[in-house]
């Protein structure tokens, strides 16, 4: 075929030549000269193709469900077309509308249309996915006829392998009849249903594992709704329902078809395309014989007969086979009849919209609440497009390929996927040959993964990516993608003896069949991946234990003394596996032991990036917890103690230890690490403060943090509100502030879609390069962030007032404390409780009671910018000396009909989550953050849940029913309490004015706490200052005017100028302060 090639590129540029010379019309010489070769070829290699003459176009039609449906081909006059495309914007436009015209007035699908311009010197192809899509023009060869014919005869193929097409057969649908729904459902019942032990142990691994990724089931709330819905459970199935069993069963199914998809791309691949889909033949298997033959794929043998070594390795997912039933054999045989009706060479023509294919198919086969509810969000590719080009992995990059990248937490493989497209344009602008690319991609990109269908699904998207090249690889290729932990890979641990032998402490893995230890000799010579496979090879040949040992120190080259420190655990590790051979639950341990050791044997990297797992410290499982700790504590993450820390404080997020590691353990010291993280680990004080070391441990290298993007307002990830950034950093040096913090904001209103690129999101975005610094005197604080200018003036205004604040009253069980409250008789009130308030609702209640514990309610959405009005109350049974419930002696004595009151919700008051941590053996209605200032006259008031400050002055209230009482701020309302009106409005003042805003806004996320006045430095009041005097004179005016409606930015300026006086500021810095905060609301 390449020698039909040859000849066909040497006629055409013959043809050219004479076209190139004919005065008048060469592109129709051209046509008349090239039509017959392209022709010949078709009969030749019998592709029935119907070509049209349509004025100067020529149009290959195709069958209607074919990867294309027209080829739209336009002679052009010989040269024409030029090497470079900025000079042939004539020739895209010309045939992006012929593409426009015939799509409106044919009714064709832009998408289904190729435009091929060419002048028979250059090809220069066009297309319509969700944007234009013009390759730069290549020159007539035999490798571009051979990818002209490629497209020509897509005309004639199976369906494309576009996601729109997979979605419609393997995705669900609303019949309950799709193939997904049917599979999925055949496997659940077999699992609920299930006596077979390897099943019972493969589904037991398989949930250890899912609890590590997503947290432990029954901690978590589905939408049972959707789920029974989407995969038509009706009300008898629902009995009893398991979700871990739904969950495996969905797993299998999702794991199986890109298992299938693989081998069909793979083996069409390697095996050449005369062989044809290798799948082809499988729909005449009889059962045996398709079972057997699936054993093969999921034992990973078909692969392995690819040259593909490590696609499949027995994992856990491969578990049907051993329930083998007709439901589920009726489920695989529709999968690979489907499968069967697509084109195989749709990924090299497609190379965009194939690109991760598997994550839209599962946006649609688990519905996105379900997905969430399970905390999976996927990265788009725009986002990891930033992270590629922060570090530096471009396609121009010199030696690319020989570039080391790690994604240590890769997911469905996004971020490899799209290094690979990278290092391939590179290789081909570099004149690279494949089979090199191959090689070099392969050692070269890599992933961890600690969920196993994250791995296989990151393997088949990398195998996809590939696919084109894998017949010009030279020898067996690995996916460098691996079912490991990065964080925490097998640890060396004490063990219970020690010999004279033992050096070190062996490694251990867990797994749900027992735990394998292996001495430290073994695995930091990186013996382990050829331990593993001798230990399969063992297993499977019946050898005695010695003579595996002898065997082990013959491959391994152990000295005798290596030897001996080996075997302390290697007969036990091996007659574990032998027998589990014998119970009929091996083929997969070895194998999980071997991925397991990866982050010891892979080496260093150049560039790592990814984006870790946002998952909550509180929110991992105890287990987990407990063996990560000590690496939270090596690197100085742990930096809160006692109280602080009991308060949540110490809400930690894997991700930061993830980022930690990565830099420790994996990058190259001066190379570059870029993650999406999530921005309040830069700007909340308590839980980040270790972080912010930047330094791996107390002794240890520093990494400077280069650039911060915060993207929290585009919220790039499918209905999920949180706060995203992307951080650069480079290993071995010091962060140095300020730094480099740039603001993404929309322009538009809207979203920024999922499957923008990065250039359409960069269009969609307005971005403020900003700076960033430590809002304290510490280099741990949060930081600030604002323009330069802005950054260094306020630092006059920086630093801790001489007021304190705190938060307000906490009753965990609102329902019962607060109230409205309305007349009654002999000194009584009615007091009707607000039941529904709280996450906890109770039942209401009405009664009489004693009106001496029962204060005006200042609630967080009772405070606005210089107003405040309590709407509701609150029974307040704290001894604000004591800071305890009053005593029941007293209870009884003073207010008996409170205490009744109480007792009717006895026990759920002993059952309250704080009462219990922080309370107990205290009078059961006791509350929390009640002292002697809570009771002070006046206080300067702001709700705690926003990202600014906005402050109102509240003072003592009347009411009806109780006369003139103190106002009592709950839990969502920070106070300044202050015996002083005078005080209380100046301090409201200041709080208020634009420097203070400005402070506020560059480095809260959304709790202004009352950390906040360890970064506002507001002097003592003076009551002999007359700025004072002045600022309290304005604050009262615009209180007053503020409550009858009417807006006070004249008096907000002049307390601004104020303000500004007190700390110093010059009018210039005033001015670009007030403007940088603007930029920043």
């Known amino acids: 075929m390449e020698t039909e090639y040859k000849k066909i590129a040497h006629q055409i540029s013959r043809a050219a030549e004479v076209a190139s010379k004919t005065p008048k019309n060469p592109e129709a010489k051209l046509r008349e000269l ?27 039609n195709g069958r209607p469900d074919s990867v294309y449906n027209r080829l739209i081909l336009e002679y052009k006059k010989p040269g024409v077309i030029k090497p470079n495309n900025a000079k042939n914007r004539d020739v895209i436009s010309r045939v992006q509308g012929y593409i426009e015209d015939y799509a409106q007035k044919e009714g064709w699908k832009k998408e289904r249309l190729l435009g091929v311009a060419f002048d028979g010197w250059m090809f220069l192809f066009i297309r319509k996915a969700r944007r234009w899509i013009y390759q730069e023009p290549v020159p007539v060869t035999p490798e571009s006829i051979e990818y002209f014919f490629q497209n020509l005869t897509k005309l004639t193929g199976g369906n494309p392998l576009l996601p729109e097409y997979l979605i419609r057969d393997f995705a669900v649908a609303e019949s309950s009849g799709s193939v997904a729904t049917k599979a999925i459902k055949a496997f659940y019942f077999a699992l609920t249903t299930n006596v077979d032990l390897k099943v019972n142990v493969f589904f037991k691994q398989w949930a250890v594992q899912f609890s590590d990724v997503h947290g ?34 969905l797993d299998t199914y999702y794991s199986l078809f890109m298992k299938l998809l693989a081998f069909q791309v793979v083996g069409y691949y390697t095996m050449g395309a ?26 990973g043998g078909i692969f392995r007969d690819l040259g593909i070594s490590n696609f499949l390795e027995g994992d856990l997912l491969s578990w049907y086979l051993n329930d083998w039933n007709t439901s589920i054999e009726e489920a695989v045989r529709e999968m690979i009849k489907r499968l069967n009706g697509y084109d195989p060479q749709t990924m090299e023509l497609f190379p965009d919209e194939t690109r991760d294919i598997l994550k839209k198919i599962y946006q649609f086969l688990v519905p996105k609440q379900i997905r969430h509810d399970l905390g999976e969000y996927y990265t788009p590719d725009w986002l990891a497009e930033r992270c590629l080009n922060q570090v530096g992995y471009g396609v121009k990059e010199k030696d690319l390929l020989k570039k080391r990248l790690l994604d240590p937490g890769c997911g469905s493989g996004t971020f490899l996927i799209l290094a690979i497209k990278r290092a391939k344009e590179n290789a081909t602008l570099k004149g690279i040959e494949s089979a090199k690319t191959l090689d070099l991609m392969t050692r070269n990109i890599v992933g961890f993964d600690l969920n196993p269908l994250a791995v296989i699904s990151a393997r088949t998207n990398y195998l996809l990516a590939v696919s084109d090249l894998l017949k010009y690889k030279k020898q067996d290729i690995i996916i460098p993608v691996y079912l490991c932990d990065s964080i925490n890979p097998p ?26 230890l292996f001495s430290h000799t073994i695995v930091s010579k990186q013996r382990i991946q050829q331990l593993a496979n001798l230990l399969e090879k063992g297993v499977k040949n019946n050898l005695s234990s010695d003579a595996f040992q002898k065997e082990v120190q013959k491959e391994l080259e152990l000295s005798e003394q290596e030897m001996q420190e080996a075997s302390l655990y290697l007969a036990d590790a091996y007659d574990s596996l032998v027998d589990l051979e014998r119970q009929g639950i091996n083929g997969i341990w070895s194998r999980i032991i071997k991925n397991a050791f990866a982050p010891y044997f892979v080496g260093k990297f150049d560039f790592v990036v990814g984006n870790p797992p946002w998952v909550n410290w509180e929110s991992l499982p105890q287990d987990y917890r407990d063996e990560t700790k000590k690496l939270w504590m090596e690197y100085g993450l742990f930096s809160l103690s006692g109280h602080e820390a009991r308060l949540g404080g110490g809400k930690k997020d894997i991700s930061m230890l993830m980022m930690y590691v990565a830099i420790d353990k994996y990058l190259r010291d001066k190379h570059k690490l870029c993650f999406v993280i999530t921005q309040t680990l830069f700007k909340t004080q308590g839980a980040g403060d270790g972080f912010r070391r930047f330094r791996l441990g107390e002794n240890g290298q520093h990494f400077r943090i280069d650039q911060l993007d915060d993207m929290v307002e585009l919220q790039p990830f499918e209905g999920a509100t949180n706060r995203t950034a992307v951080v650069l950093c480079t290993k071995g040096e010091k962060t140095k502030y300020p730094l480099s913090y740039t603001l993404w904001r929309k322009n538009t209103k809207g979203k920024i879609e999922l499957d923008n690129t990065f250039e359409e999101t960069v269009e969609a975005t307005i971005r403020s390069n900003l700076k960033a610094q430590p809002v304290g005197e510490s280099e741990t604080s949060p930081w600030i962030s604002a323009r330069a200018k802005a950054l260094r003036a306020i630092q006059k205004g920086i630093g801790q007032a001489a007021y304190s604040a705190s938060a307000g009253s906490t009753t965990w069980l609102n329902g019962v ?48 910018r210089w107003k405040s009005t309590p709407n509701s109350f609150i029974i307040v049974s704290q001894n604000p000396k004591e800071r305890t ?154 209180h007053e005017k503020v409550a009858i409606g009417i807006t006070v930015s004249d008096l907000e300026d002049q307390i601004d100028e104020l303000a500004a006086e007190l700390w110093g500021l010059s009018k210039e810095e005033l001015k670009e302060i007030k403007a940088s905060l603007e930029e920043m609301r």
């Open 274 to 299: 005369m062989v044809g889909p290798p799948l082809t033949d499988w729909e005449k298997l009889d059962s045996l014989s398709l079972k057997g033959k699936l054993k093969q794929v999921e034992d």
């Open 491 to 516: 640890q060396a641990r004490i063990a219970d003896e020690m010999t004279l032998f033992e050096k070190k402490q062996p490694y251990e893995v867990k797994t749900a069949v027992g735990n394998f």
């Open 817 to 864: 404390y607060w109230g409205t409250v309305g007349p009654s008789k002999s000194g009584l009130i009615k007091f009707c409780n607000l039941h529904d308030e709280g996450k906890i609702k109770i039942e209401a209640v009405e009664e009489e009671i004693e009106p001496t514990l029962v204060y005006p309610l200042l609630r967080g959405r009772d405070v606005k």
């Open 885 to 1038: 419930g009053y005593e029941l002696k007293w209870m009884e004595k003073h207010v008996p009909k409170t205490l009744a009151y109480f007792n009717r919700f006895k026990d759920r008051l002993l059952n309250r989550s704080g009462y219990k941590k922080y309370l107990d053996g205290e009078p059961f209605y006791s509350i929390y953050n009640v002292s002697e200032k809570t009771f002070n006259p006046f206080k300067v008031v702001w709700s705690e849940v926003n990202n600014n400050v906005e402050a109102a002055v509240v003072s003592s209230q009347e009411s009806d029913h109780l006369g003139k009482k103190v106002v009592i701020p709950d839990h969502t309302v920070i106070a300044i309490s202050l015996e002083n009106e005078d005080d209380a409005n100046y301090v409201c003042a200041m709080l208020n004015s634009s420097p203070s805003q400005f402070i506020v806004t560059g480095y809260v996320v959304l709790h202004p706490s009352p950390h906040i006045l360890k970064n506002i430095k507001i002097p003592k009041y003076d009551p002999d200052n007359e700025l004072h005097q002045d600022l309290i004179r304005l604050s009262k005016q615009c």
């Open 216 to 249: 432990a089931i029954e901690n978590k709330k589905f939408d049972t709704e959707t789920l029974f819905k989407t995969y038509g459970f009706t009300k008898d199935e629902q009995k009893n329902f398991s979700y871990l069993a739904f969950f495996f069963a």
């Open 34 to 60: 090239v039509a017959p070769i392209f022709r010949d070829y078709l009969v030749s290699n019998q592709l029935d193709l119907n070509f049209e003459q349509r004025d100067e176009l020529v149009l290959a």
